[in-house]
């Protein structure tokens, strides 16, 4: 596709439940990053996907956090047992390693409230 | 820590003035990168500025690199009411790329 998709854009979740979120990266992007944003707040790094290297994890806030990437495409970001604090904007985005001084291309997001 | 840190976190200025940004890193860079985000929502690329160079213009866009000091800073020229959004650097590293806490930019008409 022409941009990076992200679904649903918004999720609402009873606490306790496990939520799926989506990230359908532009084609051939070998990189995908998922990021977590709070209201007004910076964006924070949660996992990082690079072609067929191992995943870095180091951003995920807890096991009840997890990522997949199946086929080097498309991602998923699972949040199991879901709490209040979850609640927030998940951002996804991709990047061609190598393609030049360009920047990352983000989604729109998916704004998760935890009820 | 290798997130950068913008200052001033808010900036509120008149229309047709100049607002400049500022971000401070820890770490080395491969690059760092600017983005804007207006709504809470998608980020979008503005600028990228290697370690081996100092200054970048797009449009009326500037951003130098002092990689001694480990700063940047971003310039907005003739400010507009369209450039009220949130601004945000990036610091590549030698893998991830991670985000600073942002700069709110309020322009008044």
């Known amino acids: 596709g022409a941009g990076v998709s992200q679904s649903p854009s918004n999720k609402v979740t009873e606490k306790g439940k496990d939520v799926e979120l989506r990230c359908d990266p532009i084609?051939?992007?070998?990189?995908l990053y998922w990021y977590r944003q709070s209201l007004g707040q910076g964006l924070e790094f949660l996992i990082y996907?690079?072609?067929?290297?191992?995943?870095?994890k180091s951003g995920l806030p807890s096991d009840r956090f997890s990522a997949e990437r199946t086929g080097g495409s498309v991602s998923t970001l699972t949040i199991q047992r879901t709490q209040q604090e979850d609640s927030a904007v998940y951002l996804c985005a991709s990047y061609f390693l190598g393609q030049g001084p360009y920047g990352y291309t983000f989604g729109s997001g998916t704004r998760l409230t935890v009820v | 820590s290798q997130q950068g840190e913008e200052d001033p976190q808010a900036l509120s200025i008149q229309e047709g003035e100049n607002a400049t940004m500022n971000c401070s890193y820890k770490t080395s860079i491969n690059n760092l990168q600017w983005y804007r985000q207006n709504s809470g929502r998608g980020l979008v690329h503005l600028i990228l500025i290697r370690s081996n160079e100092r200054e970048k213009h797009s449009g009326r866009l500037r951003v130098t690199l002092d990689t001694s000091k480990k700063s940047s800073s971003l310039l907005i020229t003739a400010s507009r009411a369209a450039d009220t959004a949130s601004y945000f650097c990036?610091?590549?590293?030698?893998?991830?790329?991670?985000f600073g806490q942002g700069t709110r930019l309020t322009i008044n008409p």
């Open positions: 996907f690079q072609g067929n290297s191992a995943p870095d």
């Open positions: 990036a610091i590549q590293g030698a893998q991830k790329l991670v």
């Open positions: 084609s051939g992007h070998t990189a």
